[in-house]
């Protein structure tokens, strides 16, 4: 396969997509399904590292497959699975928890964060340990590049820290990984709080977009988003963050970019703005919430669809176990 390879997974526990997730991630999943062999997985074996209701995180995961096919991915394009379908996600896993150091395994400061929200004595050795997952979830593949997000970044340090270690002492046998900070990824903020990211744990519910909610609530939210005293339509981060943040929605769900809205809204309020771009929104997620209902509603396709991506993912995995295995005398 002369196309690099690249490896993206998304956590199953949100129910619905936020505007953040799409603009920020599974946009550029789609189009990098064009360009790269592109291997994408719902990371249920994560979803378990805080505790999770069992119902509830089955219809989150196909929640989760059905809104990514609804978003482009297409599985003859890419590679699209559940973790859990895989297991040598697992396995891969253990082999990667005995090579790591307690001391380098207590630095990744993302369990630092998430463990201070979970109560330290609550928190298990599966949400210490998941980088460490993390790490086989990507070497399993082999993958050249892996797209994430800043906050991931020293995830891909250890990824990358682990599989030379490896093939140091055990024979070449992990591609090293590049992180892949796409450039034209938009980080997309609470409209309520236009200085903090958008995210599912947002303090106030309206500054949060969720995709699969009533239209007519999103828009009414993008209506009332957090703008300035001030009235010209400028993309101004530091000054401007709540007029920037539309700006930055409205141009990368239609492709426009920034200075021409600008130029469009020359000399017209944020009221304009505002309409407009609940507008766009409204218009494209309609047909995307359709779609989701529709993958959700034909359970046959959906279970087929995920058989062959993990049939697909498997057969790179366990050639990649397999080679480890014997590496290390198992
Ligand atoms: P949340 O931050 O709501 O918990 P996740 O951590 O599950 O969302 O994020 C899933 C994916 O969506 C990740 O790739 C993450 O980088 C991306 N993402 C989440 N929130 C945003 C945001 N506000 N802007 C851009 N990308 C985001
Ligand atoms: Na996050």
Redesign the pocket.
């Known amino acids: 396969f002369d196309r690099p390879r690249v490896l993206s997974g ?2 199953p526990t ?1 129910g619905s997509f ?1 505007l ?2 799409y ?3 599974v946009r550029q999943w789609v189009a990098l399904q064009e360009s790269h062999d592109a291997f994408y997985m719902v990371v249920d074996l994560h979803a378990i590292t805080v505790p999770q209701d069992p119902a509830e995180l089955r219809d989150n995961t196909r929640l989760a497959v059905a809104q990514l096919l609804a978003a482009g991915l297409d599985p003859d394009r890419c590679t699209l699975f559940v973790q859990s379908h895989v297991p040598e996600h697992a396995q891969l896993g253990w082999v990667m928890n005995c090579l790591t150091g307690f001391g380098e395994a207590s630095r990744m400061t993302q369990f630092k964060d998430k463990s201070a929200k979970q109560g330290a004595d609550r928190a298990t050795v599966g949400l210490f340990t998941y980088p460490i997952l993390q790490v086989a979830d990507i070497l399993l593949y082999q993958a050249n590049a892996v797209p ?2 800043e ?1 991931q970044r020293q995830h891909i340090e250890l990824t990358r820290d682990l599989a030379e270690r490896f093939n140091g002492r055990f024979g070449e046998t992990f591609t090293i990984p590049a992180p892949y900070i796409v450039k034209e990824t ?4 609470d409209l309520q709080d236009p200085t903090a ?5 947002a303090p106030s519910p309206k500054g949060l977009v969720n995709l699969l909610d009533e239209p007519k609530v999103s828009a009414k939210k993008i209506k009332s988003a957090v703008t300035d005293t001030d009235t010209v339509i400028r993309f101004d981060e530091k000054e401007k963050p709540g007029v920037s943040n539309l700006l930055t929605i409205y141009a990368t769900l239609t492709g426009t970019a920034v200075p021409e809205l600008e130029h469009r809204y020359e000399g017209k309020g944020y009221g304009a703005l505002k309409t407009d771009l609940a507008e766009v929104f409204v218009e494209w997620v309609t047909p995307f919430r359709e779609r989701t209902q529709e993958y959700l509603g034909d359970q046959e396709t959906l279970d087929s669809i995920l058989a062959k991506g993990a049939e697909k993912a498997r057969a790179v995995a366990a050639e990649t176990l397999a080679k480890t295995y014997e590496r290390m005398g198992l």
Not at 186 to 189: D, E, G, P
Not at 197 to 201: H, I, L, R
């Open positions: 998304i956590q949100a936020h953040g997730n603009l920020g991630a994430v997000g906050d938009a980080k997309i903020y990211k958008m995210s599912k744990s």
